[in-house]
């Protein structure tokens, strides 16, 4: 079975940034975390895939289809449900209203599924968007993407808005939509706790590269924080560390091939199992590969 998201080469260039050669691959029934600093080129490359901006280079596949012309793009679509942190509706409708709009677009959409969900999410009907606070507005897009029978959800900061407790709502609902192992999710957050708790593969980008694209559990093998003495950063141990920030206790920092690392050292180290916070920030002050 094809990937349900394949991303070759994917190349767009700017005044003052470019993306350069992304390529990743998310398989049906997974949840694939896209993280990285502002700036460092998520919302491009989602609008990318989305066929909202022109790629100047490289292969978009969804679904086993190119999304580069308009009929194909409208099968795509039809089977895709967004979640933005940022308000896409108009402002002046209601909910119901904006319902209206947008369930004639799709072709297997579910009203009872929508009525369920506006029900769990407790959204009013007759408000009007702009009466809605940042975090209903997020529940009502997540509402209207799981009521078509979407194959794919593709989220924008979705949880930025949302208190804890909704939070860890969205995220069993997550869970349980990939449960079929047909389904996936593609989740660019900052956010990265809610990553740690779900995600089953994890795409770094920053400056505009991929730095890594690889299983969420893998990367917590291969990787591990250590704390210890000004001395443990040498010559011999450099090519381990990814990264490294000092303290009055001497220095901490992330190294990559763990294993090997606990053979070499010959001071008393600290060893710490990592988040995905602890990598992204060492490799966004260090440098690029993935599980090198």
């Known amino acids: 079975m094809e990937p349900i998201l394949e991303v070759v080469g994917l190349k767009k260039r700017f005044s003052g940034f470019e993306l350069r050669e992304v390529s990743f691959t998310l398989e049906r029934g997974y949840i694939m975390g896209f993280i990285g600093p502002n700036g460092a080129g998520k919302t491009t490359t989602i609008k990318l895939i989305m066929n909202l901006l022109k790629k100047d280079g490289g292969i978009v596949k969804i679904f086993g289809l190119e999304n580069d012309d308009e009929k194909t793009s409208v099968r795509i679509m039809d089977k895709i449900g967004f979640v933005f942190g940022e308000n896409v509706f108009y402002e002046e409708l209601t909910v119901e209203e904006i319902k209206g709009v947008i369930a004639p677009l799709y072709s297997q959409w579910d009203e009872e599924a929508f009525k369920k969900y506006m029900k769990t999410f407790s959204l009013p009907f007759k408000k009007r968007i702009k009466e809605l606070s940042r975090g209903m507005k997020i529940k009502l897009a997540l509402a209207i993407a799981l009521s078509h029978n979407a194959e794919l959800l593709i989220m924008d900061e979705p949880t930025s808005g949302l208190d804890p407790v909704m939070r860890s709502e969205f995220l ?59 001395e443990i950063f040498n010559p011999h141990t450099k090519e381990y560390f990814v990264g490294i920030k000092e303290n009055r206790f001497g220095i901490e920092g992330l190294v990559k091939n763990a294993e090997d690392f606990r053979k070499i050292i010959k001071e008393k180290v600290v060893f710490e199992r990592p988040n995905l916070e602890d990598i992204m920030f060492y490799y966004s002050k260090g440098e690029k590969g993935c599980l090198a």
């Open 172 to 230: 069993e609902i997550l869970s349980e939509f990939i449960q079929d192992e047909r389904r996936s999710v593609f989740f660019s957050t900052h956010i990265t706790s809610d990553l740690d708790k779900i995600a089953d593969f994890v795409t770094f980008i920053n400056d505009g590269s991929i730095i890594f694209s690889c299983e969420k559990d893998e990367l917590f093998e291969r990787y591990a924080v250590v704390k210890g003495p000004k």
